[in-house]
């Protein structure tokens, strides 16, 4: 059996508590809540935050309910309530900032290209290859961008495989000497 340490503190403090039990509240939470969390839901993004929030506005209207004189004007103090809760909750939010002496991106590993200088290469490599003979482009095209072998190449152009090497040769001499393509790095 525990006995209080304190019985005079603890009866003390009871009349000092002053439970308020307003039925006009309830009721006006009963027909309003369903419109009033649509409002709090237009504040915040997550449904359960709104519910949280409606909530802390609520208690903030119950808390004050004898001073509200204008019981018409609830639902405006209810929003004003709503909105003052979530700025203030906006203002209290942590922000997880920290300076350091590093960036953290990643450095390039040695011999990656810059990705946008991939892609202009690449562009002027297909210009280029535009510009070849048309019989020239299809051998480079096939040889090359979809990986058939010089015997499959002619077989598909229905040329010997000698005419294919030669084309492509040639082709590859057109490509090298290309002012828009530019030397190797």
Not at 58 to 74: F, G, N, P, Q, S
């Amino acid at each position: 059996m525990t006995t209080p340490v304190c019985t005079s503190a603890s009866a003390a403090a009871a009349p000092a508590r002053q439970t308020h039990s307003f039925p006009s509240f309830a009721s006006y939470v009963r027909a309003r809540q369903p419109v009033l969390l649509r409002t709090a839901r237009s504040l915040t993004a997550n449904p359960s935050d709104a519910e949280d929030l409606l909530q802390t506005a609520l208690t903030k209207t119950y808390v004050a309910w004898e001073r509200i004189e204008d019981h018409r004007a609830l639902d405006g103090y209810v929003r004003r309530a709503l909105l003052n809760t979530r700025t203030s909750q906006w203002r209290k939010r942590r922000v997880d900032e920290f300076v350091c002496d590093e960036l953290p991106e990643p450095e390039p590993s040695p011999g990656a290209a810059d990705p946008a200088e991939r892609q202009a290469l690449r562009d002027a490599m297909w210009r280029a290859i535009t510009r070849l003979p048309a019989r020239q482009r299809a051998m480079v095209v096939l040889r090359y961008y979809e990986d058939l072998s010089e015997a499959q190449t002619a077989e598909v152009l229905g040329v010997s495989v000698g005419t294919v090497k030669s084309a492509v040769s040639r082709a590859l001499g057109k490509l090298r000497e290309d002012p828009e393509l530019g030397p190797v790095r």
